[in-house]
Nanobody, 133 residues
Framework: EVQLVESGGGSVQAGGSLKLACAVSGFTFGRFTFDDYAIGWFRQAPGKEREGVSCIMVSDGSTSYTDSVKGRFTISSDSAKNTVYLQMNNLKPEDTAVYYC?????????????????????WGKGTLVTVSS
């Protein structure tokens, strides 16, 4: 069973930075490898719907971002570590949320996979990011 574990959340002041990591495991007996996956970062703030933040196609490194984070967040992947990162700079109070990573071996960074996330097969439990003003 594929598992995703997020880390790197915490509390920072506005203008600060955090780097989230999403470690993916459980490929040993499956048909797919890490490089086959579309992996996205999503967030959900209290009282708000979940939104797609960023997504990467590991195979070719193509990326997508929601407009509100463009120029501030950068998604990347490390196939040697089976890990996807989200570097978050110039954080704003409105970035406060629980951040989840999600993955799908047959997915894309479009449509029902991203930014909606509905079609993503595997989800982590989330990591909390709090940005104070």
């Amino acid at each position: 069973e594929v598992q995703l574990v997020e880390s790197g959340g915490g509390s920072v002041q506005a203008g600060g930075s955090l780097k989230l990591a999403c470690a993916v495991s459980g490929f040993t007996f499956g048909r797919f490898t890490f490089d086959d996956y579309a992996i996205g970062w999503f967030r959900q703030a209290p009282g708000k719907e979940r939104e797609g933040v960023s997504c990467i196609m590991v195979s070719d490194g193509s990326t997508s971002y929601t407009d509100s984070v463009k120029g501030r967040f950068t998604i990347s992947s490390d196939s040697a570590k089976n890990t996807v990162y989200l570097q978050m700079n110039n954080l704003k109070p409105e970035d406060t949320a629980v951040y989840y990573c999600a993955a799908d071996p047959l997915g894309y960074c479009t449509g029902s996979y991203f930014p909606n996330g509905y079609a993503m097969d595997y989800w982590g439990k989330g990591t909390l990011v709090t940005v104070s003003s």
